[in-house]
Structures are given as structure tokens and as C-alpha cells.
């Protein structure tokens, strides 16, 4: 992993602000979806999620002047379901897809959402860790579900909406201290 100079170390302290994604966005999320994906989202498919701002919700995450990380998620009825997580190759193992996850479940709770769902490539071992942290399990496979022919794990936590889960959620994002701390820009 290589660290952009000017930077904090690894262990170091890290300020990220987290802020709804716009247009102007796209070149620096392009680049990371490049970066981490086989099979990455077009442009122009990010375009239209970013124009569905009444069931969609995008959001950047940034560290001084450069956009880090970004996330997705989808509102039907009372549930969200969580699009995309990426984080920029020299920046992970910082925590960020913490962040970005616990930055989406405000976001889901912000618009009535009481469950949130997503897939994850069965055999991806950090995501699916720091989604059961999340409270998130298991309950299927899709497959061939990725357009490489992946199989893809179905993970539900439901009752996020209860003082049980905010319990949980704020057990995470104290997790994150003393090392990163996070801004949340509506």
C-alpha cells in the first residue's frame, strides 16, 4: 500500500469528512472504481443514481482536498439497500469502509429506513467481517450474480432503527477513535 505524501502515517491521525457526492465527483470516483473493480460502474450509470436524489443517497468521503472513498444506497420503503462501498487503493486498511458504512446507516435511519441489505462477493473476507460488525448476516447466495460469474453473499441486519442498533452503531464509530475522526456534511 502506498500512502499520498503529505498525509498521516498508518497509525497516525486521520480527519475525514463525509459529504453527499456530487457530479463534479465523478472523475476521482471513476478513478477508484477503475482501481478496485473488474467490472467497474460507468460514469454515466453513476449519473443516473446521482439523479434519483429522492431513493438514492451517495456520499464522498475526503481527506484534506482529496476524495478517498465514496458509497451508495438505495431507499425502498422502509429498507436501504447498500449499492457500493469503494475506497481508494492507497488508502485502504485506514478504516475508511468503516466510516463510509457507518456514514450510510445515519444516512438510512435520516430517511426512515429500519433494515439495511447488501451483496458481497461470496470469498471477500475483509468486507464481510466488517459487515457482521455491523450486525449484518447472512441469509443467501446469489448466483453468478457478478458480471465475472461471482457468487454473491446476501446480508441483512434488521431493526436498525432500535436503541439496541444505536447501541451497536455508536460502539463502531467509537471503535474508529482516537484514530480517525469524521465530519458528516448533510
Known amino acids: 500500500m502506498t500512502v499520498p505524501p503529505d498525509t498521516p502515517g498508518p497509525d497516525g491521525p486521520l480527519h475525514v469528512v463525509v459529504a453527499p457526492m456530487r457530479s463534479r465527483d465523478l472523475k476521482a470516483v471513476m ?3 477503475d482501481a478496485i473493480f473488474d467490472e467497474p460502474w460507468s460514469k454515466r450509470l453513476f449519473e443516473e443514481e446521482l439523479a434519483q436524489r429522492t431513493s438514492r443517497a451517495y456520499r464522498a468521503a475526503w481527506v484534506g482536498d482529496r476524495l478517498v472513498g465514496y458509497a451508495g444506497q438505495m431507499s425502498v420503503d422502509d429498507e436501504a439497500h447498500v ?3 469503494g ?3 492507497t488508502w485502504q486498511g485506514r478504516r475508511l469502509g468503516t466510516v463510509l458504512l457507518c456514514d450510510l446507516v445515519r444516512t438510512a435511519l435520516a430517511r ?3 433494515h439495511l441489505t447488501l451483496e458481497v462477493l461470496v470469498g471477500n473476507e475483509p468486507a464481510i467481517a466488517m459487515y457482521r460488525r455491523f450486525g449484518m448476516a447472512p441469509v443467501g447466495v446469489r448466483p453468478n450474480y457478478y458480471p465475472n460469474g461471482g457468487d454473491a453473499l446476501i446480508m441483512w441486519v ?3 432503527d432500535t436503541g439496541e442498533y444505536a447501541e451497536r452503531l455508536s460502539a463502531v464509530e467509537a471503535s474508529l477513535t482516537p484514530g480517525v475522526t469524521v465530519e458528516r456534511r448533510a
Open 31 to 33: 478513478r477508484i472504481e
Open 83 to 85: 449499492n457500493n462501498i
Open 158 to 160: 434488521r431493526d436498525i
Open 87 to 89: 475506497v481508494d487503493p
Open 112 to 114: 426512515g429506513s429500519a
